[in-house]
């Protein structure tokens, strides 16, 4: 598990990789990821994108708090799956951000082929969506998020390893709008000086509508 996060740092000057991973139809997900992308213009930070699933976090209960009820929401994340299996993880977060400009900011929910031929992938990668092959990498990622990060948790989740090699995983943050320039620096300075106190569980205020 710890060769696959980054490293939390006690100097903010310090290279440091995060694992973020997403749902790309989750909004909050979405600013949260504009945030991380704008820390590393002023931070040394690399991000590494990671696949979990809404469709997976919810299957277990008995409401369905994304009112999903013909499981469209599988089909954007198998969609990334795919990407990342043949065209590794750089492309995976090309497509995110493809699909999350998209979804989030244009309002167009019937984006996938649109994000693909931006990127220059090909039409046949649609046939995804459809088909449970890329479930079981989904699964498998997601559940890496929820053993960082613990049960009572939604997408994002950010991963980061200690020196020490003990791996942590936290759920957000939830910001919106995503902060930008130095402010956007802060608050990575911030989140790592709480992740690197292991007795540190959450923060959290009640968001408006």
């Given at each position: 598990?710890?060769?696959?996060?980054?490293?939390?740092?006690?100097?903010?000057?310090?290279?440091?990789?995060?694992d973020f991973w997403f749902d790309p139809a989750c909004p909050y997900t979405w600013t949260a990821s504009r945030w991380l992308a704008e820390v590393t213009t002023v931070r040394p930070v690399r991000i590494?994108?990671?696949?979990?699933?809404?469709?997976?976090?919810?299957?277990?209960?008995?409401?369905d708090p994304e009112g999903d009820p013909e499981g469209y929401l599988w089909a954007p994340v198998r969609i990334c799956a795919a990407v990342e299996r043949h065209y590794g993880e750089r492309a995976l977060g090309e497509l995110f951000t493809a699909l999350g400009t998209r979804f989030h900011d244009?309002?167009?929910?019937?984006?996938?082929?649109?994000?693909?031929?931006?990127?220059?992938?090909?039409a046949g990668l649609l046939a995804a969506t459809g088909s449970a092959e890329y479930d079981a990498a989904i699964r498998a990622s997601h559940a890496r998020a929820i053993a960082l990060a613990g049960t009572e948790v939604g997408t994002p989740v950010l991963g980061l390893?200690?020196?020490?090699?003990?791996?942590?995983?936290?759920?957000?943050?939830?910001?919106?709008?995503?902060?930008?320039?130095?402010?956007?620096?802060?608050?990575?300075?911030?989140f790592l000086l709480l992740a690197n106190t292991p007795q540190f569980y959450e923060l959290k205020r009640a968001r408006p509508a």
């Open positions: 598990m710890a060769a696959e996060t980054g490293y939390l740092v006690g100097d903010m000057s310090t290279e440091c990789t995060v590494r994108w990671r696949v979990m699933s809404l469709s997976v976090l919810n299957e277990h209960r008995a409401d244009r309002g167009e929910w019937d984006a996938l082929p649109g994000a693909l031929a931006e990127l220059g992938l090909p390893t200690g020196p020490d090699g003990t791996a942590r995983g936290f759920f957000g943050p939830i910001v919106s709008p995503a902060p930008t320039g130095q402010r956007a620096g802060r608050l990575w300075d911030g």
